[in-house]
């Protein structure tokens, strides 16, 4: 199968959605029904699939339309783990990350240097390049002896100031370079989904499970679904149902067993975005703060900066950022730079909720359980697992841990091929990266709109073009959010599984991201 082939097959559309709730309320059974369309879920679909699983995956809303799309958008190893000596676990992520930038999705995924301000000359220099030093060699071993990105750097007070002009004289003594790196997150859940639709998993958005059914012994069967486009109601009969419903996994759970499965929390974290001429520097910062960590992350038209780890209890459909919230951050981001930012600089604030596993799992499910540092896997009942825990990142592996767990003494007979499956947009980006001048030239972009257009398609480029070459005007930038093309909101109605407005202004084109408005 060709590229184009497969791209055309990971179409999501109202049509593919259509289809694939057909099938999978037809009465053949599915190997894995997965509930829950953010990253784990997307990615269990991805694992199921590419084993030879018959797979179906479900979202009560649209893809990433929960804590997915709001995170820090960072592709990190966790460098704070390391103090408190995880080195298995940032191994783990670190490996991911390479795979990520490498293989996976070199379009989606790029390096981004972060500066570790030093406070004191000597002692804590030290200190700190043998922790970012070790972090490097983790990475380097992760990797299998391939360099992902740079390795440290180190700078003078003077030196520091050339790559972050902006930050407060009396906020450092110098500071360490070391490289993690970025990513569209919402992006990348679509991209997943739309990988594992190519490879032939059922996907359906806005379509919520609410019923499991289990067989005479207690044995999950199936689910019962409501399409809530439609108001139809479905059954889906499933050898095994995979709960990945994050801060609603307990809500999922006790649809098959109130009693058993995990105890999970909500913290909420915050972000706000200011724009990138905003904070003069070239390198992002992380540090760590009295409640939490900063980061202070450059992207290509902003600056996002965050976060915040507080516990949440009120309503996880639409948390935000309250004024306390923004304060907070405010203070720790002008603790480092000279400018101060004030409430006028920002142009936009996202708050997302991360669940928050609890030390053990309802009932007695000491037998059947698989935890990790980050995240657990657990039955719930006969037939019905759930995960929750874990990070962006390593999104892969709690994926397969998740399989691995359904399938049980069979997983060894058809083990996680992920590790080797590029997402669409992946296959031959490099290729047509080495080429931009050519697609700059005959579409008539600048550099920035070809470095925008690479990093949200990759390869896939070549769609966006077709779609311009087809109709001239769609190679126009919108009227009011020029920093995006026609052609932008198009493909992601046709090939992006669209179904409301606020698919396009929230998760694909993201102007409630970067537009006072909101777009």
Aim: cysteine-free; proline content about 4%; overall charge neutral.
């Amino acid at each position: 199968m060709s590229s184009q082939q497969f791209a055309q097959l990971s179409h999501l559309t109202a049509e593919s959605r259509a289809r694939a709730l057909a099938k999978m309320s037809s009465g053949t059974e599915l190997d894995v029904l997965v509930i829950g369309g953010g990253i784990t879920g997307a990615g269990i679909a991805l694992d199921a699939v590419t084993r030879g699983l018959r797979t179906g995956i479900v979202e009560a809303g649209d893809w990433a339309a929960g804590t997915s799309a709001w995170s820090s958008k960072l592709i990190h190893g966790g460098l704070r783990y390391l103090y408190n000596l995880d080195f298995k676990l940032v191994t783990e992520a670190l490996k991911e990350r390479g795979l990520l930038l490498e293989k996976i999705a070199p379009h989606l995924v790029h390096a981004q240097p972060f500066l570790w301000p030093l406070k004191t000359p000597v002692i804590e220099r030290s200190y700190s390049a043998i922790g970012i030093g070790m972090y490097d060699a983790l990475a380097y071993i992760g990797s299998r002896g391939k360099k992902g990105v740079p390795s440290q750097r180190h700078f003078t007070k003077k030196g520091t100031k050339t790559v972050f002009p902006d930050i407060k004289d009396s906020a450092f003594t110098g500071a360490i370079q070391f490289y993690d790196a970025r990513v569209d997150d919402a992006r990348l859940v679509v991209d997943v989904v739309r990988t594992a639709s190519g490879y032939g998993a059922l996907a359906a958005s806005r379509t919520q499970v609410v019923g499991i059914d289990k067989d005479a012994s207690g044995k999950v069967v199936g689910a019962r679904l409501v399409d809530l486009e439609s108001g139809q109601e479905l059954t889906v009969k499933a050898k095994h149902i995979i709960n990945a419903t994050g801060v609603w996994t307990e809500e999922s759970e006790s649809l098959a067993n109130p009693d058993a499965g995990l105890e999970v929390l909500a913290s909420k974290g915050i972000h706000i975005v200011v724009p990138r001429d905003r904070i003069q520097a070239t390198s992002g910062i992380f540090t760590k703060t009295e409640k939490s960590v900063l980061f202070i992350i450059p992207w290509q038209r902003y600056w996002i900066i965050g976060t915040t780890d507080t516990p949440y209890t009120e309503d996880r459909e639409r948390p935000v950022a309250t004024r306390q919230d923004i304060d907070y951050v405010l203070e720790q981001a002008n603790k480092l730079i000279a400018n101060p930012l004030t409430h006028d600089d920002i142009i936009g604030t996202y708050s997302g909720l991360r669940p928050l596993l609890q030390p053990k799992v309802k009932g007695d499910g000491a037998q059947s359980t698989k935890v990790s540092r980050e995240h657990t896997v657990t039955e719930v009942a006969p037939g019905m697992s759930a995960i929750a825990g874990g990070k962006l990142t390593t999104y892969r592996v709690m994926a397969a841990d998740a399989v691995d767990f359904a399938l049980g003494d069979r997983a060894q007979e058809r083990p996680s091929v992920t590790e080797t499956i590029a997402l669409v947009g992946a296959e031959g980006y490099r290729a047509i990266e080495a080429g931009r001048d050519r697609y700059a030239q005959r579409y008539g972009w600048d550099e920035d709109r070809i470095t925008h257009l690479l990093e949200r398609y990759g390869a896939q480029i070549e769609d966006l073009g077709a779609l311009i070459d087809a109709d001239p005007d769609l190679g126009k930038p919108l009227k009011h959010a020029p920093q995006f093309l026609r052609a932008d909101v198009v493909f992601a109605l046709r090939y992006e599984g669209v179904l409301h407005l606020e698919d396009v202004l929230v998760r694909r084109v993201r102007l409630d991201l970067e537009q006072r408005d909101r777009g």
